[in-house]
């Protein structure tokens, strides 16, 4: 009994601890994700007599490009934002008032003041601003993330070397390394280039239908899409709200129709042809993950939650001790 309080005040005092540096910890984190995900094509070019240097140098170019890339998308959104914020609010509001209208002619005792109350326009329109400001502050680390990225790749290449040369080290505990990392790179790998996917076909969609900002939502969708369960749900909002800003009812229902037809088919049919049992974890426990890693780390800690999980699960999985634990996060066993 003595043993376990000990434990769980050690934890109490680590999650307090990393809660109070989060904002130093985020960054931390990015970067060992990108650097999971950039070590191999880093390892595979200096195998193939690419000196070290330039490969890092590759490595860096081409993340220094995609921010580039997401600057240039999202400070011109967020200056036509900031234009037609006036105009939006307007169009809110006449759209409102049909959709009373319409409730009224058809005998519809619609609860309008109830509604009114909780979707503000102002408050509705900056939800979006909101989002997108986020996003920036993200990258406002980003060369922080870079100089973390290229250090960490120098230490990869030879840092399972140095592992397995400590005394004494098992080896149960090298592949349960070894497993952590493939887990963790595989999961990464394959939610980005669905994310991705996610993301070129919703602002596909939304630039067809001629909604503000197609480009804008499609980048919304492809980070979002990292957020397990409520992701693709809160990427929806802005788009739908917009087309029912501009063209009304009709044109957010067909909006809507395209985010749910998009998220379903690859969440739900595409991805799991790929991922097969690589996330193996509970339906619970992402949901749970999602808000403890939200509550601990902030927005990013939402979009790392499942590569933590996986982290946590894995770990518990190489020690006899704890392995029961692993067994309760694991998805359930098929009959």
Same mark, same amino acid.
């Given at each position: 009994m003595t043993r376990a309080l000990i434990i769980v005040a050690c934890l109490v005092v680590i999650l307090a601890g990393v809660k109070a540096s989060a904002s130093l910890l985020v960054p931390f984190l990015l970067a060992a994700f990108l650097t999971i995900l950039l070590a191999r094509p880093f390892i595979s070019m200096r195998d193939?007599?690419?000196?070290?240097?330039?490969?890092?140098?590759v490595m860096i170019l081409c993340l220094g490009g995609l921010g580039v890339l997401v600057m240039t998308i999202v400070k011109p959104s967020l200056d036509q934002?900031?234009?037609?914020?006036?105009?939006?609010?307007?169009?809110?509001?006449?759209?409102?008032?049909?959709?009373?209208?319409?409730?009224?002619?058809?005998?519809?005792?619609?609860?309008?003041?109830?509604?009114?109350?909780?979707?503000?326009p102002q408050f509705a329109m900056t939800y979006v601003g909101l989002i997108a400001k986020e996003l920036s502050g993200m990258l406002g680390q980003v060369i922080l993330i870079f100089i973390i990225v290229a250090f960490m790749l120098v230490e990869a290449s030879g840092l399972y070397s140095k592992i397995s040369s400590i005394p004494g080290i098992s080896e149960q505990a090298l592949g349960a390394i070894d497993?952590?990392?493939?887990?963790?790179?595989?999961?990464?790998?394959?939610?980005?280039?669905?994310?991705?996917?996610?993301?070129?076909?919703?602002?596909?969609?939304?630039?067809?239908? *001629?909604?503000?900002? /197609?480009?804008?939502? $499609?980048? &919304?969708?492809? +980070?979002?899409? !990292?957020? #397990?369960?409520? *992701?693709?749900?809160? /990427?929806?909002?802005? $788009?739908? &709200?917009?087309? +029912?800003?501009? !063209?009304? #009812?009709?044109?957010?229902?067909?909006? /809507?129709?395209g985010y749910v037809?998009?998220?379903?088919?690859?969440?739900?049919?595409?991805?799991?042809?790929?991922?097969?049992?690589?996330?193996?974890v509970s339906p619970l426990i992402v949901v749970v993950s999602l808000i403890f890693w939200g509550w601990l780390l902030g927005p990013i800690g939402m979009l790392l939650s499942i590569p933590l999980t996986i982290l946590v699960k894995v770990g518990l999985e190489s020690n006899n001790a704890t392995k029961p634990i692993a067994v309760l996060l694991g998805a359930p066993p098929k009959v």
């Amino acid at each position: 009994m003595t043993r376990a309080l000990i434990i769980v005040a050690c934890l109490v005092v680590i999650l307090a601890g990393v809660k109070a540096s989060a904002s130093l910890l985020v960054p931390f984190l990015l970067a060992a994700f990108l650097t999971i995900l950039l070590a191999r094509p880093f390892i595979s070019m200096r195998d193939k007599g690419i000196p070290s240097g330039v490969g890092l140098v590759v490595m860096i170019l081409c993340l220094g490009g995609l921010g580039v890339l997401v600057m240039t998308i999202v400070k011109p959104s967020l200056d036509q934002f900031n234009v037609n914020l006036p105009t939006y609010e307007a169009n809110l509001r006449v759209q409102l008032d049909a959709v009373w209208q319409w409730f009224e002619a058809k005998g519809i005792d619609a609860p309008k003041t109830l509604v009114v109350d909780y979707l503000d326009p102002q408050f509705a329109m900056t939800y979006v601003g909101l989002i997108a400001k986020e996003l920036s502050g993200m990258l406002g680390q980003v060369i922080l993330i870079f100089i973390i990225v290229a250090f960490m790749l120098v230490e990869a290449s030879g840092l399972y070397s140095k592992i397995s040369s400590i005394p004494g080290i098992s080896e149960q505990a090298l592949g349960a390394i070894d497993k952590t990392l493939q887990d963790v790179r595989s999961y990464v790998s394959l939610k980005a280039g669905m994310s991705l996917l996610t993301g070129a076909l919703v602002a596909i969609w939304l630039w067809f239908l *001629g909604i503000d900002n /197609a480009l804008f939502m $499609g980048m &919304l969708a492809f +980070f979002l899409n !990292f957020v #397990p369960t409520i *992701g693709s749900i809160i /990427a929806a909002i802005p $788009g739908v &709200l917009l087309g +029912f800003i501009i !063209f009304g #009812p009709p044109m957010a229902a067909v909006t /809507a129709l395209g985010y749910v037809v998009i998220n379903v088919g690859i969440s739900n049919v595409i991805e799991p042809q790929f991922m097969g049992k690589n996330l193996d974890v509970s339906p619970l426990i992402v949901v749970v993950s999602l808000i403890f890693w939200g509550w601990l780390l902030g927005p990013i800690g939402m979009l790392l939650s499942i590569p933590l999980t996986i982290l946590v699960k894995v770990g518990l999985e190489s020690n006899n001790a704890t392995k029961p634990i692993a067994v309760l996060l694991g998805a359930p066993p098929k009959v």
